[in-house]
């Protein structure tokens, strides 16, 4: 009985110090791998990497890793030309195959979400508009406000406005609510749902070319396609998911 009572003491000591070590060693991979996303990915800052499953040391015998959880900061993207900071960064992996200095972060399969703010998507847009938030019984809709001055929009199209004209559009503000979809390519689509009538005719249609347009988001890993946005207070929401993720090597 007391023999036993040994072997059961010996066998707790060292399933601790196993799990002591095995935590030591998931930590120093999560900081190897960070610096190998941060370089591979050319942010400014470190990423926070959470490597998901115990034990970690088996799963690094068999080079694959059953989830990393990785949070990115510094992220920028192309939106219409204009440089544009990405938020909120977010991304869960699976089946993460690894090499043993951690040179290499491919995952089989994975889910990614970011943010843009309306500051960013303003600078984004037509000259003259402004995207912002449309309330929340909207947003739940999926829609964004729009709005600038009138002759800025229409001027921004390249509508040359007599001086009368001008005099009589001056200081009228437009304000729409615009539909965000994505399409097939995974271009970001501001459509109105309705624009108020103008009191000068031939304009309606470039109003709506200043107010309706497609934007492009590049910069974010090619590997995640974007299938779903939606609209919050802050900005909009952007989700994928993508296989062959590559976040290093």
Do not use: C, W
């Amino acid at each position: 009985m007391r023999a036993l009572r040994i072997l059961l003491i010996i066998a707790i000591v060292l399933g601790g110090i196993f799990v002591a070590v095995d935590r030591i060693a998931v930590n120093i991979a999560e900081s190897k791998a960070a610096d190998k996303i941060q370089s591979s990915q050319r942010l400014s800052s470190s990423p926070d990497v959470d490597i998901k499953g115990f034990p970690f040391l088996t799963q690094v015998l068999a080079k694959e890793l059953d989830e990393v959880d990785v949070s990115l900061s510094g992220v920028t993207a192309t939106a219409g030309g204009h440089s544009v900071n990405v938020t909120e960064v977010t991304a869960e992996l699976y089946a993460v195959r690894i090499d043993s200095s951690f040179s290499s972060v491919v995952a089989g399969r994975g889910e990614g979400a970011a943010n843009i703010s309306y500051a960013d998507l303003s600078k984004a847009a037509p000259k003259g508009a402004t995207v912002g938030y449309a309330g929340a019984e909207r947003a739940a809709k999926g829609q964004v406000k729009v709005s600038g001055p009138l002759t800025d929009l229409l001027e921004g199209q390249g509508v040359a406005l007599p001086s009368a004209v001008k005099a009589l559009l001056q200081g009228r503000t437009v304000s729409a609510y615009s539909t965000v979809a994505l399409n097939g390519s995974g271009a970001v689509q501001l459509r109105a749902e309705a624009l108020p009538k103008l009191p000068v005719p031939g304009f309606d249609q470039r109003l709506r070319k200043a107010v309706d347009y497609d934007l492009k988001i590049e910069g974010m890993p090619s590997s995640i396609k974007l299938d779903k946005v939606t609209a919050s207070e802050t900005g909009l929401r952007f989700s994928g998911k993508g296989t062959d993720v590559r976040l290093a090597g």
